[in-house]
């Protein structure tokens, strides 16, 4: 199985620590953001890896290489623009192959198991099951548009009554889901979502252990203090 790691966005929030170094390669707990995500793939089994990338692209590519230090092997697609989020993985298609894959938000620090996804990947199809999300209970800071599980396992858009839950950036993919998105042109994921949730085609679970949009220089000092308490 392959994983593709997000890694384009410019951080905006994040400036001036942006102007220089790319919001992935911040640092939380004495590792880059985007290391995190490589070694939690590489100790699930999942070696092969593709990052896209745009501002300060060549920084990611000098910072990490071909992976093998981590062992893993890691392709890039680069984007002369971010090319948001659809439109960035739809670009990587070539690279992902025909099987499900995982996407990991590079700018996201979650203890999330891989594992759990690698297993929900197995359950795609393409047809009635496009996509598996892992979703968290809202924060205490603005985040994307609220999202809520069925008891059937479906993600649906919330509504009055409905538990609302944020996407935590987290998912597996099968290929077919981005059938439609035209690589190369910007396109962000949640019209895509909104769609094929009112089709039904959209799987999720909630993830009840830690997880921080590493969005602003305070949370990211929050990530750091937790992640100094990580061993690996």
């Known amino acids: 199985m392959k994983a593709m790691i997000l890694a384009a966005g410019r951080g905006e929030r994040m400036r001036p620590l942006t102007d220089h170094t790319p919001k ?4 939380a707990g004495g590792k880059p953001l985007i290391q995190w995500h490589i070694e939690r793939l590489v100790r699930a089994g999942v ?10 692209g060549e920084r990611i590519e000098e910072a990490l290489g071909d992976g093998s230090r981590f062992g893993a092997a890691i392709a890039y ?15 990587a298609l070539p690279l992902l192959g025909d099987a499900p894959f995982l996407v990991l938000n590079g700018d996201v620090l979650a203890d999330f198991p891989v594992e759990r996804l690698i297993e929900a ?7 009635a099951a496009q996509a598996h999300l892992a979703l968290t209970p809202k924060a205490g800071y603005p985040t994307g548009r609220d999202l809520t599980l069925r008891a059937d396992g ?21 290929p077919a889901f981005f059938r439609d998105v035209k690589p190369g042109a910007a396109s962000p994921l949640l019209p895509w979502l909104l769609a094929a949730m009112e089709q039904g ?22 990530a750091d203090r937790i992640a100094s308490g990580w061993t690996a």
């Open 24 to 27: 992935p390669l911040l640092v």
């Open 47 to 56: 070696t092969e890896l593709v990052i896209n990338h745009a501002w300060l």
């Open 77 to 91: 697609s680069p984007e002369g623009q971010a090319l948001e989020t659809a439109g960035g993985i739809a670009t």
């Open 121 to 127: 990947a197995g359950r795609l199809d393409g047809d």
């Open 154 to 174: 479906r993600v649906a858009a919330c509504g009055d009554g409905d538990t609302p839950y944020t996407f935590c950036g987290l998912a597996a993919y099968h």
């Open 201 to 222: 085609r959209i799987r999720g679970e909630v993830q009840q252990g830690l997880w921080l949009d590493v969005g602003t220089p305070e949370r990211l000092a929050e």
